[in-house]
């Protein structure tokens, strides 16, 4: 009788455990929903990885590159970097590495910053793979920005830049609600 009871107990356990799962799963999917059609959200951002390229290789023998980043992927989870969107406004400052193509020096602008509207704005269903595609290009100055962004159902992000005066880069994080705005009413 004992081997029943605790049989039951777990099953009912792991059946509880799966339905939570679900559950927190189908929020994840009508999130990503709602932040493709709304295009309103915000990005934490976790990893840059730039492009590969002999240069950039080269610092990987010098002792430049903080530890636990390698030249193909920095953590920037504790860099004050952000991306914003809100419907066709995006607000982002994100850490750059990588290799200039042309243009002035880093003097200006060290990372890839925009604060303004967007050009080109595309949101596309990936039936296949199920993710949105986020897509929109920007200029600032004499430089300018093409954003690939992946939008995942479980919130993870990709983020593609490729802009007209330095080399690709790609980062890494997951998509959240924009945070409340000072003397916003909380829900």
Same mark, same amino acid.
């Given at each position: 009788?004992?081997?029943?009871?605790? &049989?039951?107990?777990?099953?009912?356990?792991?059946?509880?455990?799966?339905?939570?799962?679900?559950?927190?799963?189908?929020?994840?999917?009508?999130?990503?929903?709602?932040?493709?059609?709304?295009?309103?959200?915000?990005?934490?951002?976790?990893?840059?990885?730039?492009?590969?390229?002999?240069?950039?290789?080269?610092?990987?023998?010098?002792? &430049?590159?903080?530890?636990?980043?390698?030249?193909?992927?920095?953590?920037?989870?504790?860099?004050?970097?952000?991306?914003?969107?809100?419907?066709?406004?995006?607000?982002?400052? &994100?850490?750059?590495?990588?290799?200039?193509?042309?243009?002035?020096?880093?003097?200006?602008?060290?990372?890839?910053?925009?604060?303004?509207?967007?050009?080109?704005?595309?949101?596309?269903?990936?039936?296949?793979?199920?993710?949105?595609?986020?897509?929109?290009?920007?200029?600032?100055?004499?430089?300018?920005?093409?954003?690939?962004?992946?939008?995942?159902?479980? &919130?993870?992000?990709?983020?593609?830049?490729?802009?007209?005066?330095?080399?690709?880069?790609?980062?890494?994080?997951?998509?959240?609600?924009?945070?409340?705005?000072?003397?916003?009413?909380?829900?």
């Amino acid at each position: 009788m004992r081997k029943v009871i605790s &049989l039951l107990i777990c099953l009912f356990s792991m059946y509880s455990c799966q339905v939570a799962k679900i559950e927190a799963s189908q929020n994840k999917k009508q999130l990503q929903k709602e932040f493709a059609e709304t295009l309103t959200f915000s990005i934490e951002l976790e990893a840059a990885s730039p492009m590969q390229t002999t240069a950039f290789n080269s610092l990987s023998n010098t002792n &430049l590159i903080a530890p636990g980043n390698t030249v193909g992927r920095f953590n920037i989870s504790q860099t004050s970097a952000y991306f914003r969107m809100e419907g066709d406004q995006v607000d982002m400052s &994100l850490p750059y590495f990588g290799e200039r193509r042309m243009g002035g020096g880093y003097n200006d602008d060290n990372g890839i910053e925009y604060k303004g509207k967007t050009d080109d704005l595309k949101v596309e269903f990936n039936e296949k793979k199920k993710y949105y595609r986020i897509s929109f290009s920007a200029q600032k100055n004499t430089e300018s920005f093409d954003v690939n962004i992946q939008l995942f159902q479980n &919130l993870n992000i990709q983020m593609f830049i490729n802009t007209s005066h330095r080399s690709n880069i790609r980062y890494d994080g997951y998509a959240e609600e924009l945070p409340k705005k000072e003397g916003e009413a909380v829900d």
